[in-house]
């Protein structure tokens, strides 16, 4: 890759974090403000809540990083070389691919 792309990516990334930051953000403050006006929920829910927004912030990060590193390292024309194997159309080598790279993305 040349170093234009680098730069895309990296720019892609940043923004990224920076939706996670805002989001997470927002949603602490949301905390705060609903810890005032209903003081009788536990606090056992807002940990919960906030460890379900971690979840969610690596979870986008491994989303768009696991595609990107299939591309890079030619694990995903590795896969489409097994897919279309001997002669297969494209459908069924489509389908082929498709399976392969969304089991690999389950496990990952």
């Known amino acids: 890759m040349n170093r234009e792309l680098y730069l895309i990516f990296a720019t892609f990334f940043l923004l990224l974090v920076l ?25 056992e829910a807002y940990a919960y809540r906030k460890s379900n927004l971690k979840i969610w912030a690596i979870n986008l990060i491994l ?37 392969i790279f969304s089991l690999m993305d389950l496990l990952i």
């Open 19 to 43: 939706f996670i930051l805002l989001m997470m953000i927002s949603e602490y403050r949301n905390m705060d403000r609903l810890k005032i006006e209903y003081p009788n929920i536990p606090q």
């Open 63 to 99: 989303k768009f990083l696991v595609p990107l590193l299939f591309l890079s390292t030619g694990l995903s024309k590795r896969i489409a070389l097994f897919a279309q194997g001997d002669g297969r159309n494209l459908f069924i080598s489509g389908f082929i691919y498709v399976l």
